[in-house]
Each structure stands twice: as structure tokens, then as C-alpha cells.
């Protein structure tokens, strides 16, 4: 079946540390996506790619790194810069741009817990 | 400004009611889609409809409906004889012509809870 998997689903960190989230997608999608959940606080956008080997920022970027080295993955670091990292994230893919109506589909989510 | 506002943060009903969730947005392009997505407790967000800013006919599937009107900004989602399965939060979504449909700008949520 295609789809998106994201892992680990759930990841505990001490402080200081580096830590890397996997996505992977087999729906030949080029655009992929990075989401941050907090409570009351909806989806916040913090990189996206369109096509392999670039990526942009979005509207929290800072504190987070992602490489785009393949089509299929779009992993995202949360670096010991991120002040407060404790949240879910959603990685998502879509259709690129004007090929597509920008409908994202999802994974099923990772959670961070820094201790 | 919010670009998409869903000013109902919580909304908790018995089983059966009809319950709408509101959303307006905002946008400079002509051009643009709207989606409604479902997150139940399991996380994952599922895709509920999306709509062509040209298309203002109203949308019907099963319990679901979808009520759009440009001349408010608005895409409301009603479900009908709620279920304790209605459970979940709730985002609307809106794709721009301008940025080429790259990105969703999604709502802050809304979050349902039907009690039997």
C-alpha cells in the first residue's frame, strides 16, 4: 500500500541532544512536508521541499535542519538550538505545485518528549 | 491575521446532535482550495473534502456536509446525528494560487467531543 511512514512514533531525548526523525513516502510524490502540533496551536509549517537536494523554510524553521538527498525521504533533525522541542510532528507529502491542488497526505505522526 | 480562523476551539455535544464546525479564511487569490482534514486520537490526519474556489455548490457525503460561500469567506462542516466516532479535531485548510498550491495554511482546530 503506498503511504507515509514516519519514525520512531515515539522518541525521548535528554536536553542537548540532537535527535533525527525519519519519513519516508512511496506515493512518487516530489513535494514533502514538516509539521509541528502543539496543543491549541494548530499545524505549524517548519520545511518543505519540492524536489531533491532543496528544501525551504517555513514559518518555524529555526532549531531544525532536514535533508533531501533521495525523493523518497525527507528526514528532519531537531537540533539542541530548538528551545523548546517537546511536541508531535507530521511529516506530509503532496503532488508538486500547480500539478496538484496542494491536498497533503500524512503519516501517522512522531512524538517528542525532552526529559 | 489568521489566514485560516476556526474560532470554535471546543465543541462537545451528545450523540445525535447536528453540530457545525466554522472556518473562514482569508486570501488574495481568485483562485484557491479549501480542505477540511480529521485528526482522531491515533494522530494521523485524514482527508475529509476539498474544494475549488470556483465551485460553491454545496457538498453532501453521508452525515457530512460541507457549506461554502465566497461572499463570507467562509467553508463550514456540518455532521449530522453525531456519532461518539465524530470524536476528533477538526482543521480547515487553504491552498493559494500564489504560492504556486506549495503549502496548506491550516486553522488552529476544533476540537469535538460527542458523549453517548
Known amino acids: 500500500d503506498g503511504g507515509i511512514t514516519q519514525s520512531p512514533k515515539y522518541l525521548f531525548r535528554k536536553e542537548g541532544q540532537n535527535v533525527t526523525l525519519s519519513c519516508e513516502q512511496n506515493?512518487?510524490?516530489?513535494?514533502m512536508y514538516w509539521y509541528r502540533q502543539d496543543p491549541g496551536q494548530g499545524l505549524r509549517l517548519i520545511y518543505y521541499s519540492q524536489i531533491v537536494n532543496d528544501f525551504q523554510k517555513g514559518d518555524i524553521a529555526e532549531g531544525y535542519s532536514v535533508s533531501r538527498e533521495k525523493k523518497e525521504s525527507f528526514p528532519l533533525t531537531v537540533t539542541s538550538a530548538q528551545k523548546n522541542p517537546t511536541a508531535f510532528y507530521l511529516c506530509?507529502?503532496?503532488?508538486?505545485?500547480?500539478?496538484?491542488?496542494?491536498?497533503?497526505?500524512f503519516g501517522e505522526g512522531s512524538r517528542l518528549t525532552v526529559l | 491575521a489568521q489566514k485560516v480562523t476556526q474560532a470554535q476551539t471546543e465543541i462537545s455535544v451528545v450523540e445525535k446532535e447536528d453540530v457545525t464546525l466554522d472556518c473562514v479564511y482569508e486570501?488574495?487569490?481568485?483562485?484557491?482550495?479549501l480542505f477540511w482534514y480529521k485528526q482522531p486520537p491515533s494522530g494521523e490526519l485524514v482527508f475529509l473534502i476539498r474544494?475549488?474556489?470556483?465551485?460553491?455548490q454545496n457538498e453532501i457525503s453521508g452525515r457530512y456536509s460541507w457549506n461554502f460561500q465566497k461572499s463570507t469567506s467562509s467553508f463550514n462542516f456540518t455532521i449530522t446525528a453525531s456519532q461518539v466516532v465524530d470524536s476528533a479535531v477538526y482543521f480547515c485548510?487553504?491552498?493559494?494560487?500564489?504560492?504556486?498550491?506549495?503549502?496548506?495554511?491550516f486553522g488552529k482546530g476544533t476540537m469535538l467531543l460527542v458523549s453517548p
Open positions: 506515493l512518487n510524490h516530489d513535494a
Open positions: 486570501t488574495r487569490d481568485t483562485t484557491y482550495y
Open positions: 474544494r475549488n474556489s470556483f465551485d460553491e
Open positions: 506530509a507529502s503532496s503532488i508538486k505545485g500547480f500539478q496538484g491542488t496542494g491536498e497533503l497526505f
Open positions: 485548510a487553504l491552498s493559494e494560487l500564489w504560492s504556486g498550491y506549495s503549502t496548506l495554511t
